[in-house]
């Protein structure tokens, strides 16, 4: 946590603020339903960030995404990524960040409901493939992640959230490709559809 903090008061290089803004992100990452989209996610996409932090242009931009992309996460509401890029616009205009920056950082949290880049630059495409990154983990770690999501949504039957998970998967499934980034598709797109592929069968199973 320590090191979480450091990082991102000395990126947010505001002295009156990176505090107050950082608390108050952590304690949305902390709140309690949240099984998947939480600090170790956001540790997860750090570690790409740093992973991958060649084929960044604005790693500012990228960096301040991670953190507000899920900052706020209410699985029985529908407008998450316009309330987190509405936040992400309030905290970041506090230290003078330049319009267009904020602006590309809002563009590509709303980008997140469907994980589509129309109109993304690259590092925008790039956001979106580590976001779905995951998808293509080991086996183990997948299916912590398949059981994280299904308890954010344990307000929802188990036949609505086997029917729902279902389609969304099959969504994924029935792109050209699941990354849009070429070293990330080279890393991550065959495991990906293998894990999905043996999610929607088991989902399918254990629906009979």
Not at 66 to 92: G, M, Y
Request: include cysteine.
């Amino acid at each position: 946590m320590k090191s979480l903090r450091k990082q991102f008061t000395e990126i947010y290089c505001d002295a009156a603020n990176s505090e107050k803004t950082f608390n108050l992100l952590h304690d949305l990452y902390c709140e309690k339903h949240r099984a998947y989209h939480n600090l170790n996610h956001i540790n997860f996409l750090l570690k790409l960030f740093r992973q991958f932090d060649e084929y960044i242009e604005d790693k500012e931009c990228v960096f301040f995404t991670i953190w507000f992309h899920d900052a706020i996460c209410d699985p029985q509401k529908n407008d998450n990524e316009q309330r987190s890029a509405e936040l992400a616009a309030q905290c970041l205009q506090k230290i003078s960040m330049p319009k267009d920056k904020i602006t590309k950082i809002e563009k590509i949290i709303l980008a997140t409901e469907k994980h589509l880049c129309e109109n993304l630059d690259s590092d925008g495409k790039l956001f979106l493939d580590f976001d779905l990154a995951i998808l293509g983990s080991g086996d183990d770690i997948y299916d912590e992640y398949a059981k994280a999501i299904r308890r954010e949504y344990s307000f929802v039957s188990d036949e609505d959230y086997k029917s729902g998970r279902a389609r969304v998967l099959q969504n994924f499934q029935k792109r050209e490709f699941i990354y849009l980034t070429d070293d990330l598709r080279e890393k991550f797109e065959a495991k990906a559809r293998a894990n999905i592929k043996r999610e929607i069968l088991e989902l399918s199973t254990n629906a009979k």
